[in-house]
RNA sequence: GGGUGAUUAGCUCAGUUGGCUAGAGCAUCUCGUUUACACCGAGAGGGUCGGGGGUUCGAGUCCCUCAUCACCCACCA
């Protein structure tokens, strides 16, 4: 294969891909320690955003190199039905039909629905693919196959047989535009500027930010130590309503905070979460007032029918006009919950559902995160999880919705009290034992089942899947769902299994937009992944987003990072043309890696050091360290200075060796290019995702600093040649060993016209090396860089004291570490070299200056 | 109200257990077409690591404190 110029991603991705799925590369291989990490399921009929890009690269670079270690490593792919966030989307596309979901059954919505996610499926494997994720499609699962219902209600059953879920009627986070209840968690807040109103109550004035309530008002509370109230206690005082008299209670709760308006509270327990709390400790009547639909029900009179905003305004008017309403706070600020999907305020409402009892089911999982049984990374986040977890009320699991799992639980038609589990959920009704049950019209919070995600993969309990790769070894999922997914796998996982679900945890931080801001499709600021692989490739796209990003930190998205690693391939690309060129198509001898020059040493200590460094960096998900390190190296080490070095004197065993060691190393990061640079290495039959991750070989230490030597020589050329505006000079040296052997080197890299022995010395003197050695320069070119010699000279002077200072502190010399002092001691011997190096040759121009 | 994180070069960000002259990419300036690469090469400039205290032989890193920003949790009738 004759290379291009350039490295062209678009020529050789798809093909690349195609490979190394027909190899079965993605497969595990059979025995071997496994490597597992499951793929949070991306929804099934979305694009993938760029945080899917961040998560699969994440992902697949640690599979990649463990694969490379030789695990037997898996992938696991999915898609995601996504409940009710596909089902907002049906609806809207339903809305633009000029319909609504209320136009049809459950059962009719969600047929239309599968029909819709069926149609748009595919896209989203189109994208992992082309992002390169070397996942194991042959084991693809989506959250509604039989396998996930089955466990998930495998799991229900068990739940439901340890009274881990109860079913209640109890105050539930309802969006009455979607008219379903919500978990705790998926409620946004917004602040806003809510009307508090002082309403008279008899002998009491309350302030409240809800009028429209007061149809469902059973007491009135104050707190127990109230003076100003005592009287009134337990109680029942007579109020002038809009409807006339009417007759409440009142009730002393700790709740009440006197400082607080009047220090009196109207008590609505059937649409406050305070108030429903209140009511149970004194056993208070709730009475509804607002509808599902949000409109006010007949217990609000000629109310009745009005949506919340408009009868609060209303009622005020009215409670006004009958001179009821002493004073509106039009400026008080209060935190208002809302939909976090359509922004419509959250009505607590009264509703049954089940409820799991996450006291109980949190408790084992609490217990084995203190025992450290999972590492998170970043690890403060082992903390915050276990905080909530300790404090997480009961959670609601049904859902007023048609998309998602049926909930398998049916009810007596004769006896609502009568509740029983059944698996035939795909039925409305059925008979048992004579009697007829009808189904729980609702589904499971998503996030119920895919809180099973890291085993119902595997085919829970009885395939060898599951006993072999389970628990699975990395959980990678962005930090936003730590609470709302993570906390619940572990609970989940354990509870099922009995075991923790994952070893590691890895949250990565949002991308932001490129102005810091949120990405969002309502600020049109999200970017296409699929736009920057066709503009720059898919592993510019890897290395660029993962480059400089930390666990658990927001950063924004940096299109320069996208540049620098589609040049890096570039990079690659060339250092391949270049090696393969210089070795010929006749080059076999690779296992001959043979140092000969100390550049063959220089470059095999520095291939070893990174492998050392890369390999630590990956076995402790420091993913951004690694990828600096390879990018350093690859372009620094062995393309700027060894390759420069070799066309001297070409080793190709070392040239060979080096460029399979940098593929292999780079392969996690920038798979495609890799793999296809290594295809078109003649003397290596395989794939490179199935060769192995390198094996150190190390350079001799004396032998490589010789070209550490020769670097410094040509680093200060190279700088008092930019310095002085010299072109083309001429290097001097009196009977220098080194200078003699590389002295064509020397003069190619530093851009020379020649490097010779001379029995004097003249010129500007170099002072970077012990070999003695002169630039040709005339004295008054020379004399120009005395002012960077004097610098140099300060510096040098500085750094000089510094280490004799500390040299000369008996607790540094008593208390740091051995290593450490050896090596100010010899830092000090070079730096004092040095100085005295510039030292004489600022004398020696004080001298010629003299002579002037 | 409680908690967490951030504050490092013009910009976006690294900096693992405290270790000596704090790094990267991009941007800037100067030069350069020497048989891989202009998606390039060489050189250079640019930071009192948010402020103030402390611990230590030694602090970007640990402790205290203040400031600013971000996020999370609780949720105010």
Not at 421 to 439: H, V
Not at 494 to 522: A, C, Q, W
Not at 778 to 805: C, F, I, N, P, W
């Amino acid at each position: 294969m004759k290379l291009g110029k350039t490295y062209d991603p678009q020529e050789y991705e798809a093909m690349i891909y195609d490979l190394w799925e027909q190899s079965g590369a993605f497969k595990p291989k059979e025995g071997g320690e496994p490597f597992v990490t499951v793929m949070p399921p991306p929804n099934a009929n979305a694009n993938l955003h760029i945080g899917h890009a961040l998560n699969n690269s994440l992902q697949d670079i640690a599979v990649r190199y463990q694969r490379m270690q030789g695990k037997s490593a898996l992938f696991l792919p999915g898609a995601d039905h996504a409940g009710f966030e596909t089902q907002v989307v049906y609806e809207k596309q339903l809305t633009q039909e000029g319909k609504s979901r209320f136009d049809f059954s459950r059962d009719e919505l969600y047929a239309r629905i599968y029909e819709f996610v069926q149609a748009n499926r595919g896209n989203m494997e189109k994208q992992v693919r082309a992002m390169g994720a070397s996942v194991d499609w042959s084991r693809a699962m989506f959250t509604l196959d039989e396998q996930v219902v089955k466990t998930t209600y495998g799991t229900f059953k068990k739940m439901w047989e340890d009274k881990l879920i109860y079913r209640g009627e109890r105050l539930v986070n309802y969006c009455t535009f979607h008219r379903t209840g919500f978990a705790d968690i998926e409620v946004s807040y917004e602040e806003r500027t809510s009307p508090l109103y002082y309403l008279k109550y008899g002998p009491f004035t309350l302030a409240t930010t809800r009028p429209e309530t007061k149809f469902g008002d059973t007491a009135v509370a104050v707190h127990p130590d109230d003076k100003r109230y005592k009287e009134f206690i337990g109680k029942v005082i007579t109020a002038e309503g809009l409807n006339g008299p009417f007759e409440i209670r009142v009730v002393a709760d700790q709740y009440v905070d006197p400082a607080f308006g009047t220090g009196a509270v109207k008590i609505t327990p059937a649409h406050d979460f305070n108030d429903w709390e209140i009511a149970q400790r004194h056993n208070l009547e709730a009475i509804r007032v607002i509808n599902h639909d949000g409109m006010l029900n007949h217990r609000a009179g000629q109310f009745e029918g009005m949506p919340v905003a408009e009868a609060r305004i209303k009622v005020a008017a009215a409670l006004k006009d009958k001179g009821l309403l002493e004073k509106i706070d039009e400026n008080y600020r209060n935190r208002v919950g809302v939909c976090y999907k359509c922004g419509t305020v959250i009505e607590p409402m009264l509703l049954d559902q089940w409820f799991i009892d996450m006291k109980r089911l949190a408790a084992p999982a609490i217990k084995e995160l203190k025992r450290n049984k999972i590492a998170f990374h970043p690890t403060q986040k082992l903390e915050q999880t276990i905080t909530y977890l300790e404090t997480v009320k009961d959670w609601n699991i049904s859902r007023q919705i048609a998309w998602g799992i049926p909930i398998p639980a049916f009810q007596n038609t004769e006896d609502p009290d009568d509740w029983i589990f059944d698996d035939r959920a795909n039925q409305e009704i059925i008979e048992l034992d004579g009697k007829t049950y009808r189904r729980d019209a609702d589904v499971f919070d998503t996030w119920f089942s895919s809180g099973h995600w890291p085993f119902v993969t595997l085919d829970y309990p009885d395939n060898p899947d599951f006993k072999r790769f389970y628990p699975n070894d990395l959980m990678e999922t962005g930090i936003d769902i730590l609470y709302q997914w993570v906390a619940r796998m572990i609970a989940l996982g354990l509870y099922v299994t009995g075991v923790v679900p994952f070893k590691n945890v890895y949250l990565h931080g949002m991308v932001r937009s490129e102005d810091g801001r949120k990405m969002s499709k309502s600020l049109g600021n999200v970017l296409d992944p699929q736009q920057v692989i066709a503009s720059h490739g898919s592993d510019a796209l890897r290395m660029g987003i993962i480059s400089g990003r930390s666990p658990g930190l927001s950063a924004a998205y940096d299109p320069s990072k996208i540049d620098a690693a589609r040049n890096f391939c570039n990079k690659l690309w060339n250092i391949a043309r270049f090696v393969e060129d210089t070795i010929g198509d006749n080059y076999d001898g690779r296992h001959k890696a043979t140092p000969e020059t100390p550049a063959d040493h220089w470059i095999l200590l520095k291939l070893q050091h990174a492998t050392e460094k890369m390999t630590l960096d990956l076995e402790n998900y420091r993913f951004s360290e690694a990828y600096d390190t390879l990018y350093h190296t690859v372009w620094d080490d062995f393309a700027d200075w060894y390759i420069e070095a070799s066309k001297s004197s070409p080793n190709h065993g070392v040239l060979a060796y080096g460029l399979e060691t940098l593929l292999k190393l780079a392969h996690p990061f920038a798979p495609f290019v890799s793999e296809t640079i290594w295809q078109t290495l003649k003397w290596e039959k395989g794939l490179l995702i199935s060769s192995s991750w390198p094996v150190a070989k190390a350079g001799n230490k004396e032998q490589a600093s010789v070209f550490s030597d020769l670097q410094a020589i040509i680093t200060e050329i190279r700088s008092i040649s930019r310095n002085l505006h010299l072109s083309r000079s001429h290097l001097y040296h009196t009977g220098s060993q080194l200078l003699t052997a590389h002295g064509e080197l020397i003069a190619r890299m530093a851009h020379l016209k020649g490097v010779s022995e001379v029995s004097d010395g003249k010129g500007l003197r170099l002072t970077s090396t012990k070999e003695n050695c002169w630039l040709d320069v005339d004295q008054e070119t020379a004399r120009s860089y005395l002012g960077k010699l004097e610098e140099q000279q300060t510096a040098e002077g500085l750094s000089v004291e510094r280490m004799k200072a500390r040299l000369a502190n008996k607790s540094y010399v008593s208390n740091a570490p051995k290593e450490l002092v050896a090596e100010t001691k010899s830092n000090l011997a070079a730096s004092e070299h040095r100085l005295q190096q510039i030292n004489s040759e600022i004398d020696a121009f004080a001298a010629t200056a003299q002579d002037v």
